[in-house]
């Protein structure tokens, strides 16, 4: 499956993104879905993660209360609704998705990847 990133920018501290990730397989509905960021000089980390069957949430301690993730698999689409954005948050944010039931958090248990989408947070 390929995936396809959208939505990053310039934004000021406080503001909001809304991050999509457009797929191309019918086959959506079989993966979790997953969002992750990494900042220069940085490791890759989790951001966000969605169930496949549940459609259950999970999320970073860094972002709880403030992202929100969901998908549309009619759209084949999952989303990333980023409020209150904080100047650590910066980073590229790619989607991710994985033919595990259970969202993880680690980034080799996804099997594809998006290009990734730049989030710029001024201060």
């Known amino acids: 499956v390929q995936l396809q990133a959208s939505g990053g920018g310039l934004v000021q501290v406080g503001g909001s993104l809304r991050l999509s990730c457009a797929a191309s397989?019918?086959?959506?509905?079989?993966?979790?879905m997953a969002w992750f960021r990494q900042a220069p000089g940085k490791e890759r980390e989790f951001v966000a993660g969605i169930s496949r069957n549940t459609g259950n949430a999970y999320y970073a301690d860094s972002v709880k209360g403030r992202f929100i993730i969901s998908r549309d698999n009619a759209k084949i689409t999952v989303y990333l609704q980023m409020n209150s954005l904080k100047p650590e948050d910066t980073a590229v944010y790619y989607c991710?998705?994985?033919?595990?039931?259970?969202?993880?958090?680690?980034?080799?248990?996804?099997?594809?990847w998006g290009q990734g989408t730049q989030v710029t947070v001024s201060s």
């Open positions: 397989a019918r086959t959506f509905g079989r993966y979790a």
């Open positions: 991710a998705a994985s033919t595990i039931v259970a969202v993880t958090t680690s980034p080799v248990t996804y099997d594809y």
